[in-house]
């Protein structure tokens, strides 16, 4: 069992990852539920281990019947998959997308390549594979193999959601705080840190924050406006943040950031700041109806 004084060192380090400033934590256990990548990776486990029946149900409404799934690999002596971190999509929607490079060997010796999304259900409560499900897939075939270099440059160019206009600002609100986790989950700390205005840390110390840091999954609610006209502090997005750090530690919280708005920037939002507060993942990941109150709950 980790000491007080560990897990407090493990919640400071994940605030100074969101750049958000310090506070006191009250100590949060580690959660033994998979990160989004991870789940996907255990998912191809059950593939690889002819375990199509376990990999089956994994899938909320199935896009083919059971034989018609199992039958896809007949030719197929093993899969890899290499996959980025969740990216939030809809307001007060728990689904995200993963993106996916997947590399197909075949008994007959050819290798095919795949790129695209995974999208996943958040199920809340509990461990392991229960936590999350698979809603749906885009994947599209490659007309060649990727480099592992390649195939990470594809994960992080790869966008399952929309984020920007073709002008260059943000479609919404939501989509700059999306943006912002693509980006840390993509390790591109220059494109997140840039999102700041006025960072409360250098940059140095934003990226030290993220040494034990693997994957952020995010999911948001609807915008709060502040209610004071050409404030710094323009509205608030409810948020809640889960962060899994490569020790097999988890970490969850609940609260606000805090943005601002200038018209005359592209882009036009921004971080100021955030308020807060852990979620307990002492017995596993936080259930659902405790991520959509909290995605519900009033910023002001």
Avoid at 47 to 73: H, K, L
Avoid at 89 to 118: D, H, I, M, Q, W
Avoid at 204 to 217: D, I, K, M, N, P
Wanted: net charge neutral; charged share 15%.
């Amino acid at each position: 069992m980790r000491s007080r004084t560990g897990l407090l060192w493990l919640l400071g380090a994940l605030i100074v990852v969101l750049g958000l400033g310090v506070w006191d934590p009250a100590p949060v256990a580690a959660g033994g539920f998979l990160s989004p990548s991870a789940y996907m990776n255990a998912y191809f486990e059950l593939i690889n281990t002819r375990n199509y029946s376990a990999a089956y149900v994994e899938w909320v409404n199935p896009p083919q019947t059971y034989d018609q799934f199992a039958a896809g690999y007949a030719d197929t002596q093993r899969v890899q998959g290499y996959f980025g971190g969740l990216q939030p999509g809809e307001v007060n929607n728990l689904l995200g997308g993963v993106p996916a490079v997947l590399y197909g060997y075949r008994f007959n010796g050819t290798v095919a390549a795949y790129s695209g999304c995974y999208y996943l259900l958040y199920n809340g409560s509990g461990s392991g594979m229960d936590v999350w499900s698979i809603a749906h897939a885009d994947l599209r075939p490659l007309g060649y193999v990727p480099t592992l270099e390649g195939a990470d440059a594809l994960i992080k160019s790869t966008q399952c959601y929309a984020r920007r206009s073709t002008g260059g600002d943000f479609l919404s609100v939501q989509s700059m705080l999306g943006a912002y986790y693509d980006a840390i989950n993509a390790r591109d700390y220059a494109a997140a840190y840039s999102l700041w205005r006025n960072p409360p840390q250098t940059y140095q110390q934003f990226l030290s924050g993220f040494a034990r840091t693997t994957e952020v999954a995010m999911f948001y609610g609807d915008y709060q406006y502040s209610g004071a006209p050409s404030a710094y502090e323009a509205g608030r997005v409810p948020v809640v943040l889960m962060g899994f750090h490569s020790d097999g530690n988890v970490v969850a919280f609940r609260g606000c950031f805090r943005l601002n708005y200038d018209p005359w920037r592209v882009p036009a939002w921004a971080i100021i700041g955030a308020n807060l507060t852990p979620i307990s993942t002492d017995f596993g990941a936080p259930d659902r109806q405790t991520v959509l109150s909290a995605l519900a709950a009033r910023c002001y």
